[in-house]
């Protein structure tokens, strides 16, 4: 039987021996809870958090007490909508912007919050010639959401220049970046962006499912979303409250209790451990290990020679999307599959570009550090053989 080509890094990356060695190491031999132990163990692993959040800090070029670790792109993309909705200024007359470039991840918390009157009005900007949000098109708003790669266009977005654009209309915009996709091609530099929000989630950049990303600009601006273990400085009377460094203070509960500062006071429960131990190795291997974009280059230019096949992604883009006219994507990914090839094929959880494109589903091929040129060679005769 052929080897397996795995080409669906987009979906989620395949893991560097270094992200499994560095997990099982931490099971094995030093594993324990963090923020919550006095043993060598457990300030062992309160310090491997700390080295991951400083890590990732600068990965992102953001303070380490800006990063939260969450359960992936999703988890934040929604927690940012609780965090922001449960603001005591929070004002349901508000507008959100979105692009149809978006995941349903980034844009569904808010379009649930339109179906329950808790936010006005969706705004959507435009698209440019080559599907790329169109500057000229920002509009004023409260929110902004904006996705820096689509999962199905694969083409980096100007976040700066779009944040920009928005905070010249409104210089109170509240911006969030989901960078899912941008995150696995591009160096992410949060300060630079000038973005309030961002996310993503590490097992898209060969760490473990699990763990995300969410960055938080203004550590002390919000109440946190999630209560529990290890977010509360104190439970206690008031007097001991009010001396107690840290957030917010909660009144008129059963005692009167104090948050702690940034990052626990997001960080409710206990922390996805060991997939946070994997995410060092695999930010150090993702960035001596970007993916390889000649290979979809090559394949842009095979199936380009193929009548039947509709490209619709750019040749410089980080992935490729296409249709075949007359055949179903759905039948090309099973064709493909019994092939042992491993593509994405439907609506990619972004049935607003699809919508845009005018087609229900696509085929999407998209490349990891462990993809070779023999790779895309052989999927490229393949289609050829499949759709002739
Ligand atoms: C652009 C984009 N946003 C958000 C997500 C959601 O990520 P997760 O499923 O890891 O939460 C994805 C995953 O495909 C994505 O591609």
Request: hydrophobic letters at 40%; glycine letters at 6%.
């Given at each position: 039987m052929n080897k397996i080509i795995y080409l669906d890094a987009a979906a989620s990356a395949l893991k560097p021996d270094s992200v499994i060695k560095a997990e099982r190491d931490f099971l094995q031999k030093s594993y324990a809870n963090s923020g919550r132990g006095v043993c060598a163990r457990s300030v062992a692993v309160d310090n491997?958090?700390?080295?991951?959040?400083?890590?990732?800090?600068?990965?992102?070029?953001?303070?380490?007490?800006?990063?939260?670790?969450?359960?992936?792109?999703?988890?934040?993309?929604?927690?940012i909508v609780n965090i922001l909705t449960s603001q005591p200024?929070?004002?349901?007359?508000?507008?959100?912007?979105?692009?149809?470039?978006?995941?349903?991840?980034?844009?569904?918390?808010w379009e649930a919050l339109l179906h329950h009157g808790k936010i006005r009005k969706l705004i959507k900007c435009?698209?440019?010639?080559?599907?790329?949000i169109a500057i000229d098109s920002i509009p004023k708003t409260d929110f902004f959401v904006i996705t820096a790669m689509s999962n199905v266009l694969g083409r980096?977005?100007?976040?700066?220049?779009?944040?920009?654009?928005?905070?010249?209309?409104?210089?109170?915009?509240?911006?969030i970046v989901d960078a899912s996709q941008y995150v696995v091609h591009n160096k992410i530099n949060v300060q630079e962006w000038d973005c309030d929000f961002m996310v993503f989630s590490g097992h898209k950049i060969g760490a473990d499912t699990g763990v995300g990303v969410l960055y938080i600009r203004d550590t002390k601006k919000y109440f946190p979303d999630?209560?529990?273990?290890?977010?509360?400085?104190?439970?206690?009377?008031?007097?001991?409250?009010?001396?107690?460094?840290g957030?917010?203070?909660?009144?008129?509960c059963s005692s009167c209790w104090v948050t702690a500062d940034?990052?626990?006071?997001?960080?409710?429960?206990?922390?996805?451990?060991?997939?946070?131990?994997?995410?060092?190795?695999?930010?150090?291997?993702?960035?001596?290990?970007?993916?390889?974009?000649?290979?979809?280059?090559?394949?842009?230019?095979?199936?380009?020679?193929?009548?039947?096949?509709?490209?619709?992604?750019?040749?410089?883009?980080?992935?490729?999307?296409?249709?075949?006219?007359?055949?179903?994507?759905?039948?090309?990914?099973?064709?493909?599959?019994?092939r042992n090839i491993c593509v994405r094929v439907g609506n990619m959880c972004a049935s607003w570009v699809h919508k845009y494109l005018g087609v229900p589903g696509t085929v999407r091929i998209s490349v990891g550090a462990w993809?070779?040129?023999d790779d895309v060679i052989q999927t490229a005769e393949i289609i050829k053989q499949i759709v002739k």
């Open positions: 491997m958090v700390k080295h991951a959040r400083e890590k990732v800090a600068e990965f992102i070029n953001a303070e380490s007490n800006q990063v939260v670790f969450t359960s992936g792109a999703t988890d934040g993309l929604n927690r200024w929070y004002n349901p007359s508000a507008n959100f912007a979105v692009s149809d470039l978006d995941h349903h991840s980034a844009r569904l918390p435009d698209l440019d010639k080559n599907l790329d980096a977005q100007d976040v700066k220049s779009i944040i920009a654009a928005a905070r010249k209309k409104n210089p109170n915009v509240i911006t999630k209560f529990g273990g290890g977010m509360v400085l104190s439970v206690a009377d008031m007097a001991h409250a009010k001396e107690s460094r957030g917010w203070i909660y009144q008129n940034a990052p626990e006071k997001w960080e409710a429960g206990t922390l996805p451990l060991t997939q946070i131990v994997g995410l060092v190795p695999a930010i150090d291997y993702l960035e001596s290990n970007r993916p390889n974009l000649d290979l979809i280059k090559y394949l842009y230019d095979e199936l380009s020679k193929i009548k039947r096949v509709k490209l619709l992604t750019l040749r410089d883009s980080a992935l490729l999307s296409f249709i075949v006219d007359g055949m179903h994507p759905l039948d090309i990914g099973a064709l493909l599959g019994v993809n070779t040129m």
